[in-house]
Every structure is written in C-alpha cells, then in structure tokens.
C-alpha cells in the first residue's frame, strides 16, 4: 500500500475514464491505494495542463491531509507532470512521478506531421480544431500539442525542466512486437522501425528513457501497443495482464517509502 495518494495522469487525446484506464483504478483501490485523477485536457499544451494538475493536487492535498502525492503519467501527461514540478516548482509535494510510454525526447511522429502538407493545409486547419472540441476541453489546441511533441521542442523542453531532486524519477514502456499487434498503429510503427528503432506505436522506446529506473514490456510473440498498456481494450494483451503491471509499479513504489 502506498504512503502517499496516487494521481493517474491520461495523455493526449484522452479522458479520465474507465473507457481509457480500464480496470486500472479498480484494481488499485482494491490494494487499498488512494487513487484519483489527473483531470487534465485530452488536447490541452504541457503549461496549462501543469496548472490543471497544480489546482488538481492542492484539491486532494486539501482533503486528504497528505503531505506529498505520488504520480503516474501515460505519453504526455508525463511531461505535463515534470513542468508542474520544474518550472511551476511543486517538487516538495510530489513525492514519485513515474512515467509510462512517455516522449521524453520527442517522437518523429509529431515531427511527421508538423511537416505533412495535408496536416498544414488551411482545410486541416479548420476541421481539426472543430473536431477535437469533442473531447470537452476548455482550450483546445491541437497543433501547439503536436508541436510540443516534436524532437527539437522537447530538446528545448530538457534543458529548461531539470528533475528535482527532491522527486523519485523512474519510467516504463511497452513495445509492439510486429504491425499485426494494433491495427490502429501500424502505419506509425512502420515508420518509427525504419527512422527510431524499437516503439510502441507512437514513442520511440529510448524516448520513453527517463530517471533512476526504466522497464521495458514486450514479448517477442505479442507485444503491447501506446494504446493498450492504459488498459483501454480490458483484455490480456499477449503474455501481459495490464492491470498487474500497475500492481508491480505501485509495489516498487511502496518498498521505496513512497
């Protein structure tokens, strides 16, 4: 059990739900976790989801008398977290952040379709602000997110969020085995073995490289894809139960007094 509440911080494109966390939260109120989440933007930019996060912890702070919270963040929702506890200084009341298939060092993905003529056109440029106002965010901006994901941004990003050293540091990934894993990223997977090695779909395993520990999940038979280790598809991907890959997370976290 853990010291300190638990936040779950979603990525881009994504709600707070058991649509896209899955049997996660269940599994970890059954270990007796206090677990709550993020509520950040699906397409909101890194500052203003920082600052969601930042009214977010002082909400829980509040209610549950806790010094410090522990945090684990999908895809973006891990930068988000390190430029709450960097450039908004709130390190002293974050106890852990652990980040899961996180671009830490960008994806050529982002980079793909900041330079894709389709993407830039004017056309794209009015449906795609319309469309992700479905997700309900109060500032909406598809393109500034794409850009803050790209290599020279988060480049830039590094350099101005050093890691407090008053926070544990540690990151995971999963990797997909072949295209066949996830119809939905076998196009980006593709494209990411040829330019960026080893991936999920979207990030670049030595992208999602970040702080004191890192762990891998792949299985050379089924890997797992950006998608399915949030648990979205409520199933056993392969030789991984998602659920229990949390329960692993949480305890490694609670034998280090987190």
């Given at each position: 059990m853990l010291k300190y509440p638990l936040i779950l911080i979603h990525g881009t494109g994504a709600k707070d739900n058991t649509l896209f966390w899955g049997r996660i939260p269940k599994l970890l109120k059954e270990l007796g976790i206090n677990v709550f989440?993020?509520?950040?933007?699906?397409?909101?930019?890194?500052?203003?989801?920082?600052?969601?996060?930042?009214?977010?912890?002082?909400?829980?702070?509040?209610?549950?008398?806790?010094?410090?919270?522990?945090?684990?963040?999908?895809?973006?929702?891990?930068?988000?977290?390190?430029?709450?506890?960097?450039?908004?200084?709130?390190?002293?009341?974050?106890?852990?952040?652990?980040?899961?298939?996180?671009?830490?060092?960008?994806?050529?993905?982002?980079?793909?379709?900041?330079?894709?003529?389709?993407?830039?056109?004017?056309?794209?440029?009015?449906?795609?602000?319309?469309?992700?106002?479905?997700?309900?965010?109060?500032?909406?901006?598809?393109?500034?997110?794409?850009?803050?994901?790209?290599?020279?941004?988060?480049?830039?990003?590094?350099?101005?969020?050093?890691?407090?050293?008053?926070?544990?540091?540690n990151s995971y990934a999963s990797a997909m085995a072949s295209k066949k894993d996830d119809f939905l990223y076998s196009w980006t997977y593709q494209y990411l073995i040829k330019n960026a090695g080893e991936n999920d779909g979207l990030v670049p395993v030595k992208s999602a490289v970040w702080g004191d520990k890192f762990q891998l999940f792949t299985d050379s038979r089924r890997g797992i894809s950006h998608g399915e280790i949030t648990d979205i598809k409520r199933r056993k991907i392969g030789a991984f139960d998602i659920p229990e890959i949390y329960r692993k997370i949480t305890h490694d976290l609670s034998k280090n007094g987190f």
């Open positions: 989440y993020g509520y950040t933007d699906a397409w909101g930019s890194i500052e203003d989801n920082a600052k969601l996060l930042q009214l977010r912890i002082e909400d829980i702070i509040h209610k549950t008398g806790a010094e410090k919270i522990n945090l684990i963040a999908h895809s973006k929702g891990g930068i988000d977290a390190r430029f709450l506890i960097s450039t908004l200084q709130y390190g002293q009341k974050i106890a852990s952040l652990t980040t899961i298939s996180t671009p830490h060092h960008g994806t050529l993905i982002a980079d793909y379709f900041l330079n894709n003529r389709t993407f830039q056109s004017s056309l794209a440029k009015r449906i795609l602000p319309v469309l992700v106002k479905i997700f309900g965010d109060n500032n909406p901006n598809i393109y500034n997110v794409i850009n803050e994901l790209s290599i020279n941004y988060m480049e830039s990003f590094n350099q101005n969020n050093l890691n407090d050293p008053l926070v544990y540091y």
